[in-house]
């Protein structure tokens, strides 16, 4: 579902090197969690991923496409949702969804049935006619994450989705991305929340300074030298 090859990023004229010669390959059924320190890397691959950041090396390949070369049938299969909840703020979260629904050309018969259903499982029913601005930092991520999945994409790719989520949008986000996987589609996403990777990811990345330095199952990453928890191997791998 998602190969990159030879990822590589440099920023400020190559004085930083945000991501370094990155292979990965998520397979289609897979939760994959992306983890790091502050400033390894994840928002930079992710936002390479979207196709809104260009590479300077390396190729990356959405659903079969590569999203430079076909970058309009990558976007296609992706849902996406940002770090921070940057949103048209003069909208009501009716006409945000009603417009991303049309950009994604989600079928007229079928948008209204996915925005409500979305707006009612948020519970954003009450706030839909208001204005985005007047939403909460939880309210706004809710909303991203429904604009996103509004066309139904095969693929999710979300940078800390669950920051400001109460508990019960939290865990129903995370149900949401088990059961999209169940149906053999993919979740990429980022977190710091060391808890919900280990419960929730089939698969772990953990990227340091700009390259990945561990992948694999909870059980593999916990094989050879280290143990315990994906704490303690977090902090052990990513020791300066
Ligand atoms: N627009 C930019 N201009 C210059 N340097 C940047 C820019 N964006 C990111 N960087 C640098 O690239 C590196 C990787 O940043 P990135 O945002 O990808 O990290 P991250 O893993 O997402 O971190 P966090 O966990 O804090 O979100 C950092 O050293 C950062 O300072
Ligand atoms: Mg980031």
Redesign the pocket.
Known sequence: MIKISNLSKS??RGA?K??DNLNLHVRPGEIFGFL????????????MMVGLLNPDEGIIIINGFDNQKDPIDAKRSIGYVP?SPVIYDRLTGLEYLDFMANVYQVPPDIKMQRINHFLDMFELVDAANDLIKSYSHGMKQKILLTGALIHNPALWIM??PMVGLDPRSSHLLKELMREHCNRGNTVFF?T?ILEVAERLCDRIGI?HK?KLIAIGTLEELRHGEHAGTLENIFLELTEQ
Request: charged letters at 20%; hydrophobic letters at 25%.
């Open positions: 920023y400020s930083v945000a991501v790091g320190p502050n400033g390894a890397g994840k928002t930079t691959t992710i936002k770090d940078d800390e980022s710091h990227i700009g």
